[in-house]
């Protein structure tokens, strides 16, 4: 069983940053690929991004590009996506999940994000 935790949500201005992270247990992020996903009330929930589990391969909705990153921060353990530019579209509950390619087992609780104009 892959416990997924995510943190660093919180309420930011537009075109402002934030950094989430998602903390799994042992060596979860070798085992699985790693994709974030959001949803806001009312609509589906949509792939944001994700990181193959070597860590060399990326991938991003087109929404995101240039302004997302998602990397494997290896001092504390995570998958972080780091968000910049943040737009008041990109208010959401952000998941990260742990699979293999689109099929995702895994998902964390989910937190908020909440960008203001």
């Known amino acids: 069983q892959v416990t997924l935790v995510e943190s660093g949500g919180g309420l930011v201005q537009a075109g402002g940053s934030l950094t989430l992270s998602c903390a799994a247990s042992g060596r979860t992020f070798s085992m699985y690929d790693i994709g974030w996903f959001r949803r806001t009330p009312g609509k589906e929930r949509e792939f944001v991004a994700s990181i193959y589990r070597g860590g060399s391969q990326t991938d991003y909705t087109d929404s995101v590009k240039a302004r997302f990153i998602i990397s494997r921060n290896y001092a504390k353990n995570t998958i972080d996506l780091q968000m910049n530019s943040l737009k008041t579209e990109d208010t959401a509950v952000y998941y990260c999940?742990?699979?293999?390619?689109?099929?995702?087992?895994?998902w964390g609780q989910g937190i908020q994000v909440t960008v203001s104009s």
């Open positions: 999940a742990a699979g293999w390619g689109d099929n995702y087992r895994y």
